[in-house]
């Protein structure tokens, strides 16, 4: 059974913090992901990570960094929170090829900013 | 244009009804299209894969592709009010392209 972890299910940060998402999966997935959900806006990727250190922008990308040392590890990091990135934030992890699109999520850290 | 299309709904249908929810995409060089299903407040969860032209039934479900027609689509037989939940369509190029449609609210009552 593929296992996606993420560290916290709620969060709440003040604006101007520094904040560390953390994800981890347990099936040596080559691909991992980090997407934001909004109501009425669907699943937006930030950032997906194909290979240890390897990264590419999604569509929303600004105020966001990611970091992937370990294969199975996936940071997300909010450089300095703003009180636009109160969000659902969710990570992905898949294998390769034609299981690009088999993508299996962590449960979800749901963040406020205040 | 968005490269994945759903309407939003929500699509109500009566228990034990076929429920039918639609997926257009516009990239052709797409070769592999997936439904999740998301229940308010979780996280989306894979129910179906399809690579090729035709239909591919898993129980209750059956996903049905049109690679021409650029169209995919998921049929939920038998629906019971535990089906009610957002389908999300997504599609890859196998590659480095992939794209999550807004998905379908489905509402099916007892």
């Known amino acids: 059974d593929v296992k996606v972890t993420q560290s916290s299910r709620y969060l709440v940060k003040r604006t101007g913090e520094k904040v560390f998402l953390e994800c981890v999966q347990d099936?040596?997935?080559?691909?991992m992901f980090w997407y934001r959900q909004d109501p009425g806006l669907g699943l937006r990727l930030i950032y997906f990570?194909?290979?240890?250190?390897?990264?590419e922008k999604g569509d929303i990308p600004e105020g966001y960094s990611v970091s992937r040392e370990k294969k199975e590890r996936f940071s997300l990091i909010l450089e300095s929170a703003s009180t636009n990135q109160t969000s659902m934030y969710l990570c992905?992890?898949?294998?390769?090829?034609?299981?690009?699109?088999?993508?299996?999520f962590g449960p979800g850290t749901r963040l406020t900013v205040t | 244009q968005k490269e994945v299309e759903q309407n939003s709904g929500p699509l109500s249908v009566p228990e034990g009804a076929i429920a039918s929810l639609n997926c257009t995409y516009s990239?052709?060089?797409?070769?592999?299209f997936f439904w999740y299903r998301q229940y308010s407040g979780k996280s989306p969860e894979l129910i179906m894969s399809?690579?090729?032209?035709g239909d591919k039934e898993d129980g209750r479900f059956t996903a049905q592709l049109n690679k021409a027609s650029q169209y995919v689509s998921l049929l939920i037989r038998d629906s019971q009010p535990s089906d009610s939940a957002t389908y999300l369509c997504?599609?890859?190029?196998?590659?480095?392209?992939?794209?999550f449609g807004s998905g379908t609210k489905l509402n099916v009552k007892p």
């Open positions: 992905a992890s898949s294998l390769d090829g034609p299981h690009l699109g088999e993508q299996y």
């Open positions: 099936m040596d997935h080559e691909n």
């Open positions: 990570s194909y290979d240890v250190k390897m990264k």
């Open positions: 990239d052709r060089v797409s070769q592999s």
């Open positions: 399809i690579y090729s032209n």
């Open positions: 997504a599609v890859s190029d196998n590659f480095n392209k992939f794209y």
